[in-house]
């Protein structure tokens, strides 16, 4: 079965950091741009960051900036998010997803989601 | 950032109806746009990529048009399992930006 699935979510206060981890299974993401999009419950959809197939191309939301990190390691098939300095306004879950075409940069729509994982920032 | 809007934030429609759902960019984005549908503790799911083009496994009733700052999804005939939420998201630029979303309920 294909899937993405995403961990690390959780508690923590604000100020502090997190790691979030998305693992694919089932198919190989190492052609694929990847990306996360957040969304509070009952809310739309927000995209937080994506990073292109080689990690030589990564973008960030104006809302995140400075803040969070996204990184992929192909060998482990695995993308990650560093979240630093969280806010309550960080509060959300968390999805991963995949880039549809194979090679491209990050500029495609995302075909494959995960489950997400939550992250709650409060003191 | 490029702004989406989406219209009308929700509608109310019966099995059978034809629905639109308008999505505008703030700024010209060729046809860099998807459309998903997301179902309430459901994950978004993609239907149309680069404006018009179905995805795999999405009925045909599901078509999308448009070019530059003005698209449209169409639902030709509204099934019950077509009752969601719908979200129009341009990737031409980063930051990639979803539309505020558009609520499709039974009437």
């Known amino acids: 079965e294909v899937q993405l699935v995403e961990s690390g979510g959780g508690l923590v206060q604000p100020g502090r950091s997190l790691r979030l981890s998305c693992a694919a299974s089932g198919l190989t993401i190492d052609d694929y741009a990847m990306h996360w999009v957040r969304q509070v419950p009952g809310k739309g959809l927000e995209w937080v960051s994506g990073?292109?197939?080689?990690?030589?191309?990564?973008g960030y939301a104006d809302s995140v900036k400075g803040r969070f990190t996204i990184s992929r390691d192909n060998a482990k098939n695995s993308l990650y998010l560093q979240m630093n300095s969280l806010r309550a306004e960080d509060t959300a879950l968390y999805y991963c997803?995949?880039?549809?075409?194979?090679?491209?940069?990050?500029?495609?729509?995302?075909?494959?989601w995960g489950q997400g994982t939550m992250v709650t920032v409060s003191s | 950032a490029i702004q989406l809007t989406q219209s009308p934030s929700s509608l109310s429609a019966s099995v059978g109806d034809r629905v639109t759902i308008t999505c505008r960019a703030s700024?010209?984005?060729?046809?860099?746009l998807a459309w998903y549908q997301q179902k309430p503790g459901k994950v978004p799911k993609l239907l149309i990529y680069d404006a018009s083009s179905l995805e795999r496994g999405v009925p045909s009733r599901f078509s999308g048009s448009g070019s530059g700052t003005d698209f449209t999804l169409t639902i030709s005939s509204l099934q019950p399992e077509d009752f969601a939420t719908y979200y129009c998201?341009?990737?031409?630029?980063?930051?990639?930006?979803f539309g505020p979303g558009t609520k499709v309920d039974i009437k």
């Open positions: 990073i292109s197939w080689n990690s030589g191309s990564r």
């Open positions: 998201q341009q990737f031409n630029n980063y930051p990639h930006t």
């Open positions: 700024q010209d984005i060729t046809s860099a």
């Open positions: 997803a995949k880039g549809l075409y194979s090679g491209y940069d990050g500029y495609d729509a995302f075909d494959i």
